[in-house]
């Protein structure tokens, strides 16, 4: 959980910063983040574009797919996944056919977009200008099969994309802070390993329901 004064919804990524008048502020949710952060820190546009460009606003424009759309939609389908021959379930403890559907469904068919998309846009998947919107569903995109996704294999493009951004500099330390990244190890894991560690999470995310139910 997050102080409610670094963000009012209280939930991470957070960040704390000191303006230019060395006055703190508080910035909340991944995309405000990311846009704050090239914004103050980008002067020279190595990781982002000009304000008002067209590389600009089409990176804008992933950015709010990312977040309109793979976050909240793979977010519920990692919740509700489950492998239909078996018992085995993420966190929902029960089978739920709909939900199932629903978000596993739609989480395949925003990838799908990705998929078609990004191999004809060579300004987004370029290696060296790893902006912020195309580097934001890393941490969801390398670990399909955890959302009850087939297979990453089911999207080359994407999974190309995956690993060229490893290779970006700086990317892989950023994906290994503050503890070790596992997502792309999880598309080879079986159902039983992927549990395991849904069971290792299950118990917090459990208890913050209830707590957030009884305020």
Known sequence: MVELAINPN????ALTDVDKNGKEIQIFESGAILEYLVAQYDKDHKVSYPYNSPEYWETVSWLTWQMAGVGP??????????????????????????ALNCYVHETRRLYRVLAITWPRAPRATSSATASPSPTLPFGPGSA??????????????????????????GFEEGCNAPGPHRYLNMNDMSEEELNSIAASLGTWIIDAMKRDAEA
């Open 10 to 13: 209280s939930r991470i990524p």
């Open 73 to 98: 939609m793979q977010g519920q389908a990692n919740h509700f996944a489950s492998k239909e021959s078996t018992s085995l379930l993420r966190f929902a403890g029960e089978q739920v056919p709909y």
């Open 144 to 169: 399909l099969t955890y959302s009850g996704l087939l297979s990453i294999d089911e999207f080359p493009h994407v999974k190309k994309w995956l690993y060229t951004l490893l290779v970006c500099p």
